[in-house]
C-alpha cells in the first residue's frame, strides 16, 4: 500500500490550491479518502474519536440491501421462465437477472455520482457519501423492464430536484430514491404501472399482475400465497419482492444500531392497526384480507426497512420517530385501499410523512420548551 | 443511604494507561497560570517579568471584574509573560525560588465569619476562581446569591483520578472548606457521590451538606448533569460549582492563613510507562511529569481528559482546574481503506466494529479523526450519550444559526460544553460539537450581561 500512498501523495499537490488541477480537487478528495482514510487529527473539543464515519454507515446499509439484491437478481430470471411456462436451473435465471440488473445499477451510479462529484466540485466540498444507499436503493425499486434512459432520468431528477437544490447530502426534505420512483410514476405511468412491467419481457399471455394489481381490481382469488409473498417468488419491483430477504437487511441494519428499530417496529404497527381498522368495517373484499398480508405485499416492507428510516427524512427525536414511523404504515395501508389511482401507498406515504416529519419534531420539542417554562413558573409562583 | 439517581444514557470508554494509586512528590520549580484557562476573563496585568512574588501575590486581574485577582502559587520569580496572537496572554510563567515564601491572610474559623469576610479571603487569596458558576461555566461572581453549590466528588470520565485517593486523610481540611462554602449561599450544598465507588469517610462524614447519589456512566460525575437531576437551572438563576481538591485548598486557606494551591494530579495514558499519581502545586510543568516516563512514538499532551482537556505541548503547563494528564498517541496517519474492513481493534459506540463484541477490552486510542467532516445526516446518536432532558441535536443546530431565543428554550443555561464531549466523540458527520456549544454559550452570556 507504500505504493499507492507515495503516489497519491505526489499528485496531491496538483489538487491543492494553486496547482494545475486545482478545479478537480473534490473528484481527487473522493477517491484519495475511498482508498485511505484521511490522516487528519482531532484539533478541538475531545481528543479521541469515534471509528464511524459517513462511509462505514454507507456501506453497512449498501451492505443491509444485498440479500434483497440477490433474491431481486434471482427473482428477475424465475419470473421471466415462469411466465413463459419454462423451468430452469438457478445459473441461467441467475444470469438473465444479471443481464437486467447490472445495467441499472450502473446507470443509476453513473449519473448520480456524476452529478454528486460535479456539484461537490463546484461547491467546493467533499464529495458526500450518502448517493452510495440512494444509487443502489433506486435500481431495487425499480421494474425490471423499465427503459434504462428513464432510470437515467429519474436518478437525475431525484439528486438534482430531490437532494441538490436543497443543499445536498444531509439537507434534502424527501427521501432521493423515493423522489426517483415517485418521478417515473408520475412521468411515465404506462411504464411504472399495469401488469407488463414487473416480469422481464413477460410472455403475453401470462397475467403478470403484482399482488396489489389483483387487490384494486377485486382478484383476491388470484392473490400467490403467504409463503410465496414472504418468500418473494411474486411479480414486483426488483428487490421489494422477499419480505424474508428484507428482514435479514433490517437485522443487519438493526444489529448495528445504524437504521432505527424504532421506525421499523412502528411503520409495521400503524400497518397492522389500519389493516385491522378495516378488517373491522370490511366493505369489500380489498378490507377483508388479513392485516399481516399488508406487511408482505408490495414495497411496504422494502420501504419500512430502507427508505423510512432514512435519518436525513425522518423525524429525528425519538418521540417523533415513532409518530412517524406509525402515520407512515397507517396511511400507506389506507392508500392501498382507499385510492385505486395508486396501487403502491408506501411510496406516497413515506414522501407524505417526509415532508410532515420537521412538523412531528416541531411539536416534540415544544413539547420540551412547554415543560422547561412550566418549571419557571411553578418556581415564581412558590 | 438515600435515593440513588440512575443515569443510563452514557458511555464508558476503557482506555489504557490508568493511574497506579501511588502519590509521588513531584519535583519541579517551573509553573505558570494561563488566563485562557478562565472562560470570559479579561485579564490585566499587575506583574512585570522579573518581578519578586510570593505564594498569594496576585499576578493579574479580571478588566470586568476587579476584585476577582489571580495569586502566584508559589514564591519566585516571574520569568516570562507569554502572548499569542493580537497580544493574547497565554501563560504567566513563574520559576520558583523553593523558598517557599507565603502571604499571610490570616488564620479564621469560617464559622465565626460572615459571607462577606470570607469572601474577601477567597478573592485575596486568589482561591475565588476555583468557584463557577452555571450557566455559562465562568468564574462565579461574588456579588450573586447562588440557589444552591454543587460538588461532585466523582470523575467518570476515561481515566479520570481517583478523588477518594486524593482527599484521603484530609477530613479537617474539607470540613473546613464545606463550613466555608456554606456561608455564600443561602441555599443547600450538594454533595454528589458515586454510589457504587465513593467510600472515602473525607466525603461521606461531611456534616452541612446535602448528599446525593447516582450511578450510570460518564457523565454521571459532570455536574451540569447532576445539577439537572437534583435541582435544574432555570432562566435567571444560578448555581455555583466546584470541585474536592478545590474545597481542600479553601480549608486550608482558613486553617493555615496560607494560600496552599496544592494539587494531586493523576498522569494518566497509553503512552505514560508508568501512570500513577503526583502531589505538586497548580500550574505545574509539564516536562517534569513526562522526563523519562512516556513512550517514544509521536505523542498528544493533554491537560485534562481525553474528551474535554486542552492540548498542551511539552513545554506547556496543566490548566488551573485540571487534575489530570493524559498522554495518548497522535493519529496523523493514513489508513488503507480503513472505513470498508473489518477494524477488529477499532473502538466505536455503533455496533458496526466487531469490537463491540468485547465488552471489557481497554483501548489505546489516537487522535485520529477516522472519517472526513460532514453534513450532520445520523440522528438519535447524541440523544444515546446524553443524559439531560434536552434534545442535544436540536440545541446544536439553534447555536449554528445563533438563534438565541431558541437556546435558551432549549435550555442552554444548564450545558456546558463537556456536557457535549461525548456527543462529539460518537459523531458520524465528525462535526466539532464542544466549540460550538462553547460559541453559544459565549454568545449567551454576552447577550444576557
Same mark, same amino acid.
Given at each position: 500500500? /507504500? ?69 431481486? #437478481? ?16 438457478? %445459473? ?80 434534502? =426534505? ?52 403467504? %409463503? ?17 430477504? #428484507? ?57 419500512? &426497512? ?57 411539536? &416534540? ?12 413558573? *411553578?418556581?415564581?409562583?412558590? | ?21 501511588? =502519590? ?49 502559587? *508559589? ?42 469576610? =470570607? ?11 476555583? =468557584? ?6 465562568? #468564574? ?42 456554606? /456561608? ?79 494539587? #494531586? ?52 503547563? *496543566? ?19 480503513? %472505513? ?110
Amino acid at each position: 500500500m /507504500k505504493v499507492l500512498r507515495d503516489f497519491l501523495d505526489k499528485q496531491k499537490p496538483h489538487f491543492e490550491k494553486g496547482g494545475k488541477l486545482h478545479k478537480l480537487h473534490s473528484t481527487f478528495d473522493a477517491f484519495e479518502t475511498f482508498l485511505f482514510v484521511p490522516n487528519k487529527v482531532a484539533s478541538t473539543g475531545a481528543h479521541i474519536r469515534d471509528a464511524i464515519d459517513m462511509k462505514r454507515t454507507m456501506i453497512i446499509v449498501v451492505i443491509a440491501m444485498i440479500p434483497a439484491l440477490i433474491f431481486g #437478481i434471482w427473482n428477475v430470471g424465475y419470473q421471466h421462465f415462469l411466465s413463459h411456462g419454462m423451468a430452469y436451473d438457478f %445459473w441461467p435465471m441467475f444470469g438473465l437477472g444479471l443481464q437486467k440488473v447490472i445495467p441499472i445499477i450502473i446507470v443509476s451510479y453513473v449519473v448520480g455520482l456524476g452529478i454528486e462529484f460535479a456539484f461537490a466540485q463546484s461547491r467546493g466540498h467533499e464529495v458526500n457519501e450518502g448517493f452510495l444507499v440512494s444509487g443502489m436503493l433506486i435500481p431495487l425499486v425499480m421494474p425490471p423492464d423499465v427503459p434504462l434512459w428513464m432510470v437515467a432520468i429519474a436518478t437525475a431528477f431525484a439528486v438534482i430536484i430531490g437532494k441538490e437544490v436543497f443543499g445536498g447530502t444531509g439537507m434534502n =426534505i424527501l427521501n432521493p430514491a423515493l423522489t426517483a420512483r415517485a418521478f417515473l410514476f408520475f412521468a411515465y405511468p404506462g411504464e411504472m404501472s399495469g401488469d407488463k412491467v414487473w416480469i422481464a419481457e413477460k410472455a403475453d399471455a401470462y397475467s403478470g399482475a403484482t399482488p396489489l394489481g389483483h387487490l384494486l381490481v377485486d382478484e383476491i382469488g388470484k392473490l400467490p400465497s403467504d %409463503w410465496a409473498m414472504f418468500l418473494g417468488t411474486i411479480p414486483g419491483s426488483i428487490g421489494e419482492t422477499s419480505t424474508l430477504a #428484507i428482514i435479514l437487511g433490517a437485522l443487519v441494519l438493526i444489529g448495528t444500531g445504524i437504521g432505527s428499530a424504532r421506525i421499523m417496529f412502528s411503520v409495521v404497527a400503524g400497518g397492522l392497526v389500519m389493516g385491522l381498522l378495516f378488517n373491522l368495517w370490511g366493505a369489500n373484499d380489498y378490507m377483508t384480507i388479513p392485516a399481516y398480508q399488508h406487511l408482505i405485499m408490495g414495497g411496504f416492507a422494502f420501504g419500512a &426497512v430502507y427508505m423510512a428510516t432514512d435519518p436525513v427524512t425522518a423525524a429525528q427525536t425519538t418521540r417523533g420517530k415513532y409518530i412517524y414511523g406509525f402515520l407512515i404504515g397507517f396511511i400507506a395501508v389506507l392508500i392501498r385501499v382507499f385510492n385505486p389511482a395508486y396501487p403502491e401507498g408506501m411510496m406516497l406515504s413515506i414522501l407524505l410523512l417526509n415532508v410532515f416529519a420537521p412538523l412531528i419534531d416541531h411539536y &416534540v420539542v415544544q413539547a420540551n420548551i412547554k415543560k422547561r417554562l412550566k418549571r419557571v413558573k *411553578v418556581l415564581a409562583k412558590a | 443511604m438515600s435515593t440513588v439517581t440512575k443515569i443510563k444514557k452514557g458511555l464508558n470508554i476503557n482506555l489504557i494507561g490508568e493511574a497506579e494509586k501511588i =502519590i509521588a512528590d513531584l519535583k519541579t520549580d517551573h509553573y505558570a497560570i494561563k488566563p485562557i484557562d478562565f472562560n470570559g476573563v479579561f485579564p490585566k496585568m499587575l506583574v512585570k517579568e522579573g518581578d519578586h512574588v510570593k505564594a498569594g501575590t496576585p499576578l493579574f486581574f479580571d478588566k470586568k471584574h476587579e476584585y476577582i485577582k489571580f495569586t502566584s502559587p *508559589v514564591s519566585g520569580k516571574v520569568k516570562e509573560i507569554k502572548r499569542g496572537p493580537k497580544r493574547l496572554l497565554l501563560e504567566v510563567k513563574i520559576e520558583s525560588d523553593n523558598k517557599d515564601e507565603k502571604i499571610d491572610f490570616g488564620l479564621a474559623d469560617p464559622k465565626t465569619l460572615d459571607k462577606e469576610a =470570607i469572601t474577601e479571603k477567597l478573592l485575596e487569596s486568589g482561591l475565588w476562581p476555583m =468557584i463557577r458558576q452555571r450557566p455559562y461555566s465562568v #468564574i462565579a461572581n461574588p456579588k450573586d446569591e447562588p440557589k444552591a453549590i454543587f460538588i461532585s466528588t466523582f470523575d467518570t470520565a476515561p481515566l479520570a483520578p481517583d478523588n477518594d485517593l486524593i482527599v484521603h486523610g484530609n477530613g479537617e481540611a474539607f470540613q473546613t472548606g464545606i463550613d466555608a462554602l456554606s /456561608k455564600l449561599t443561602s441555599g443547600k450544598i450538594h454533595l454528589n457521590l458515586d454510589a457504587d465507588a465513593t467510600h472515602s469517610k473525607v466525603f461521606t462524614n461531611s456534616k452541612g451538606v446535602q448528599m446525593n447519589y447516582f450511578s450510570g456512566p460518564h457523565p454521571t460525575g459532570n455536574v451540569g448533569v447532576q445539577i439537572n437531576k437534583i435541582d435544574p437551572i432555570n432562566k435567571g438563576e444560578t448555581v455555583w460549582y466546584l470541585y474536592p481538591q478545590d474545597v481542600l485548598s479553601i480549608g486550608r486557606l482558613f486553617l493555615s492563613g496560607h494560600l496552599d494551591p496544592t494539587r #494531586i494530579i493523576a498522569l494518566t495514558g497509553s503512552e505514560v510507562l508508568r501512570p500513577q499519581y503526583y502531589r505538586t502545586k497548580i500550574g505545574a510543568s509539564l516536562e517534569a511529569f513526562t522526563t523519562n516516563n512516556v513512550t517514544k512514538v509521536k505523542k498528544r499532551y493533554i491537560s485534562g481528559n481525553v474528551l474535554t482537556g486542552k492540548k498542551i505541548e511539552l513545554d506547556g503547563y *496543566v490548566g488551573f482546574y485540571h487534575t489530570q494528564i493524559t498522554v495518548i498517541p497522535e493519529g496523523n496517519y493514513y489508513e488503507f481503506l480503513g %472505513w470498508a474492513l473489518p477494524g477488529m481493534k477499532k473502538f466505536s459506540m455503533s455496533k458496526s466494529f466487531p469490537s463491540f463484541l468485547f465488552k471489557n477490552r481497554k483501548y489505546r486510542l489516537d487522535t485520529n479523526l477516522h472519517g472526513g467532516e460532514r453534513a450532520l445526516v445520523m440522528t438519535g446518536q447524541y440523544e444515546k450519550v446524553f443524559p439531560f432532558d434536552i434534545y442535544p441535536m436540536q440545541l446544536i443546530k439553534a447555536i449554528m444559526v445563533e438563534d438565541i431565543d431558541l437556546m435558551e428554550q432549549l435550555g442552554i443555561y444548564e450545558v456546558d460544553e463537556e456536557d457535549f464531549a461525548l456527543c462529539e466523540v460518537v459523531d458520524t458527520s465528525k462535526t466539532n460539537i464542544q466549540e460550538i456549544v462553547r460559541r453559544g454559550i459565549d454568545l449567551m452570556h454576552k447577550e444576557m450581561s
